[in-house]
């Protein structure tokens, strides 16, 4: 059973860059097949998804946010990393790691970042 764990800072100072880490177990990111992806949900709003990676690397990104995403990922820790540049109080959210590109399979616990200075 996969399991996903997303770990980062809980405050970002806006114009900051919001820099979260999801470390995986139970499988792994290059398996062939398996897509990644970074979803967030902004308080009392719908779940959006912000992009995601495949198992050869290949990123796919939101058109709202691809200008400002990064999503990377390390083979040696079987983990992904999410880099949301110039963030605004609108990127306070939980976010989530997940299993598949939509249609999603699998959840992380999600972690909650708020954007104040």
């Known amino acids: 059973q996969v399991q996903l764990h997303e770990s980062g800072p809980n405050l970002v100072k806006p114009s900051q860059t919001l820099s979260l880490i999801c470390t995986v177990s139970g499988g792994s990111i290059t398996k062939n097949g398996h897509h990644w992806s970074w979803v967030r949900q902004p308080p009392g709003k719908e779940l959006e998804w912000i992009g995601g990676?495949?198992?050869?690397?290949?990123?796919y990104y939101s058109p709202s946010l691809k200008s400002r995403t990064s999503i990377s990922r390390d083979t040696s820790k079987n983990s992904l990393t999410l880099q949301l540049n110039s963030v605004t109080p609108e990127g306070t959210a939980v976010y989530y790691c997940?299993?598949?590109?939509?249609?999603?399979?699998?959840w992380g616990q999600g972690t909650q970042v708020t954007v104040s200075s």
């Open positions: 990676i495949g198992y050869d690397g290949s990123t």
């Open positions: 997940a299993v598949g590109i939509p249609p999603i399979a699998v």
